[in-house]
């Protein structure tokens, strides 16, 4: 079945570390080689095989059309011949950041770069730059892009400054970086006492790169009366959450307001696109206007802008866009659900909008420490038990599922069926 993908996957090896350019495609916690893809087709990809899978995954979150939306193509493709790149203004780019500024209260400006970590590593330098502070506080468990100083683990001890969690960064880049449980109330509490500087607090409102865990209510308003009290800011890492939860993302459906938002995935609907945004006064201080440099040669790029604002455009015309795919959401993994308490197999399910995830442990996740009781091993067998019969999910217990508006009922109702297969083999 993967004869054509296991020899692609050792061509790839040898010139490419691991054979993938981003580490989660390796399948190194499933196991087995990754599908090579050949194209995909609304709900579904196809892999050099030939075969066919509903695509849960959407390049990890970015394409709430699927593949080959037709606007979106039709637009790529005319905006592509008028040029692919010119490092100098265009008004693509006033459309898409008036788009999202005229959704929010709480931003005026936005800036555009080519990735989310590039986005959140900004987000950060003008926090910084604004409050004339050096730490920052993130959660165990939230990823926010592979820059330096977000790649931190839990220090020795009772220590909240993290260090490195990848070789390559210097104990120097992590010191300023604070470490603390995800909705933990007494530990980030901790972290305001331990120290006076403090910049910023950075946090996926709904985590999606633990599974599925969104931060409770009174954990957020309390990030904001700390953030307040310190005159520091608060980041909202709304990179999958953004135009995905619900057409505000995470601030959509939450009442706590942050400071800065980050965006990535769904504003470039496959295109490279990040942003970071916030009111006019915390974004004078970015240069050419203020004195905090970032720049990108391919921020704004005109091919990628047009993808995204035909995206956001068709999404804001369509606001019930967002419950339709939460109802598929609820369907899909409340199916899950049902066919897991048919053969007593523990299984937490959630959804927020599109997004959805499902854990194989006794009590629902509230943090990193909690997702690592699960059953990784039942994770990996329905994974692989899945893949043979055409559904593509995330290929760790650590990833959020999606879903597009090309998903049917007919593909959830499959693969409910296909969960029964696999869980009835279960012991
Ligand atoms: C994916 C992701 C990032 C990193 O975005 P890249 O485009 O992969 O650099 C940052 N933050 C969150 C919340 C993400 O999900």
Redesign the pocket.
């Known amino acids: 079945m993967f004869k054509k993908s296991i020899k692609a996957y050792e061509k790839a090896c040898q010139v490419i570390p691991g054979g993938v350019d ?1 580490p989660v495609r390796a399948f190194k916690s499933v196991g087995g080689t990754p599908p090579f893809i050949k194209k995909g087709k609304g709900a579904y990809l196809y892999d050099v095989d030939g075969n066919k899978y509903v695509d849960f995954v959407q390049s ?2 970015p394409l709430i059309f699927g593949h080959c939306d037709k606007d979106i193509e039709k637009v790529v493709i005319e905006t592509a011949k008028m040029g692919l790149s010119f490092g100098a203004p265009t008004n693509l780019e006033t459309k898409l950041a008036r788009e999202i500024v005229d959704m929010y209260d709480n931003i005026d400006k936005v800036r555009f770069v ?7 590593m900004s987000a950060i330098r003008l926090a910084r730059g604004v409050t004339n502070k050096n730490d920052i506080i993130k959660f165990e468990g ?5 820059s330096d100083s977000l790649l931190v683990q839990a220090g020795s001890g009772m220590a909240t400054f993290g260090s490195p969690s990848s070789p390559g960064v210097p104990a120097d880049l992590t010191k300023h970086t604070l470490l603390c449980e995800y909705n933990n109330i007494e530990q980030l509490e901790k972290c305001f006492e331990e120290s006076s500087d403090i910049a910023c607090i950075i946090i ?1 409102p709904i ?3 633990m599974g599925l865990v969104p931060a409770t209510n009174e954990f957020l308003a309390t990030c904001r009366e700390l953030c307040d009290k310190h005159g520091a800011l608060l980041i909202f ?5 953004g135009f995905r939860a619900s057409l505000k993302g995470a601030s959509g459906i939450l009442d706590v307001k942050a400071d800065i938002l ?1 965006f ?2 769904v504003i470039g609907a496959g295109m ?1 696109v ?1 942003a970071f945004a916030a009111s006019k006064e915390i974004m004078s201080h970015l240069s050419p206007e203020g004195k905090i440099y970032q720049a990108g040669t391919l921020s704004g790029n005109p091919v990628a802008m047009a993808a995204g604002l035909t995206s956001l455009r068709k999404l804001k015309a369509n606001p019930k866009i967002y419950e339709d795919l939460e109802k598929k959401a609820k369907r899909l993994v409340n199916g899950f659900k049902k066919v897991a308490d048919r053969y007593n197999i523990p299984l937490q399910v959630n959804t927020r909008g599109s997004m959805f995830g499902f854990f194989f442990c006794e009590n629902e996740p509230t943090n990193f420490k909690e997702v690592g009781l699960c059953n990784f091993e039942r994770f990996a067998k329905f994974h692989q038990e899945m893949l043979r019969r055409g559904f593509y999910f995330a290929c760790s217990q650590y990833e ?1 599922g999606f879903i597009c508006t090309k998903i049917t009922n007919k593909e959830i109702d499959l693969c409910i069926q296909a969960a029964d297969e696999i869980m009835k083999e279960f012991v």
């Open positions: 981003s990890w979150g080519s990735s989310g970590t590039e986005a959140t939230c990823y926010h892009g592979h996926e985590a999606g790169n890492d709304e990179v999958m959450s980050t990535g995935k490279p990040g959020t």
